[in-house]
C-alpha cells in the first residue's frame, strides 16, 4: 500500500515567519501534486513536481521533490496562506491519485 | 486548467432521502471522479466516473448507495441514497485533463439530520 505522511499535521505561525511542510512517501511517485484548500472551497493545484531532484517556485512558495520525499516551503508568510495542505501521487500504471493527510497552515496577522 | 462547477453548494437533508450532486467541467477531460472529505481532513476516494459505463467504485462504496453517472467527456452526476447521518461530508468532484492535472469542484457541503 502506498502511503503519503504529511508533516506537521498542524502549524500556527505569525505573519512573516517561514516554514517548511514535509511530504514523504512509502515508495516512489512518477509525479508529486501541491494543492491548497480554503474552508468551504476545493482543493486547488499549486504546482505539479516530477521525480529528479525537481525545483519549482511560485512566489514565496518553493517545491521540492526528490525520489520518495517532497517538501513545500513558504517565505514570509501571510494570512492569505492559511488553509489545508495537501500533497497527492500519481504512478505510471495508476490513473488515481494518492493523497497525504495534510497539514493545516494557520498564518495569524 | 479545467474549471468545475458544482451543484447544490450545500444541502440539508433528512435521513432516509436521497441527494444528487451535478459537476460540470469547462473543457473536455479524460476522467472525472468523485471524493468525500470530512472537514479539516484529507481526500478520500469514491469512485472513478467512467464515461458511458458503469463507474469503478473504491473499497468501501458501492453502486447501490452511491450511484453515478457520467453521461458525456464534461458532466457526471452522484447520488447519495438513502442517506443517515453518518453520511454527512463533503462531496467533491474532480476531472483530469490531458496533461494529467487534476482540478477539483468547490465541493457539496451535506448535511443529513
Known amino acids: 500500500t502506498q502511503l503519503l505522511e504529511q508533516s506537521p499535521q498542524f502549524l500556527s505561525i505569525q505573519e512573516g515567519e517561514n516554514l517548511t511542510v514535509y511530504c514523504n512517501s512509502s515508495?516512489?511517485?512518477?509525479?508529486l501534486q501541491w494543492y491548497r484548500q480554503e474552508p468551504g472551497e476545493g482543493p486547488v493545484l499549486l504546482v505539479t513536481?516530477?521525480?529528479g531532484g525537481e525545483v519549482k517556485k511560485l512566489k514565496r512558495l518553493t517545491f521540492q521533490y526528490a525520489r520518495k520525499d517532497s517538501s513545500l516551503h513558504i517565505t514570509a508568510a501571510q494570512p492569505g496562506d492559511t488553509g489545508l495542505y495537501l500533497c497527492a501521487g500519481a504512478t505510471d500504471s495508476s490513473y488515481k491519485l494518492i493523497f497525504g493527510s495534510g497539514t493545516r497552515l494557520l498564518v495569524r496577522p | 486548467s479545467a474549471v468545475i462547477s458544482q451543484k447544490p453548494s450545500r444541502d440539508i437533508c433528512q435521513r432516509g432521502t436521497s441527494l444528487t450532486i451535478q459537476c460540470q467541467v469547462d473543457?473536455?477531460?479524460?476522467?472525472m471522479f468523485w471524493y468525500r472529505q470530512q472537514p479539516g481532513q484529507s481526500l478520500t476516494l469514491i469512485a472513478t466516473a467512467n464515461q458511458g459505463s458503469e463507474a469503478t467504485y473504491e473499497s468501501g462504496f458501492v453502486i447501490d448507495k452511491f450511484p453515478i453517472s457520467r453521461p458525456n467527456l464534461t458532466f457526471s452526476t452522484l447520488t447519495v441514497s438513502n442517506m443517515s447521518p453518518e453520511d454527512s461530508s463533503i462531496y467533491l468532484c474532480?476531472?483530469?485533463?490531458?496533461?494529467?492535472?487534476?482540478?477539483f469542484g468547490p465541493g457539496t457541503r451535506l448535511t443529513v439530520t
Open positions: 515508495s516512489v511517485f512518477s509525479s
Open positions: 473543457s473536455q477531460v479524460t476522467m
Open positions: 474532480s476531472a483530469r485533463d490531458i496533461m494529467y492535472e487534476q482540478y
Open positions: 513536481v516530477v521525480t
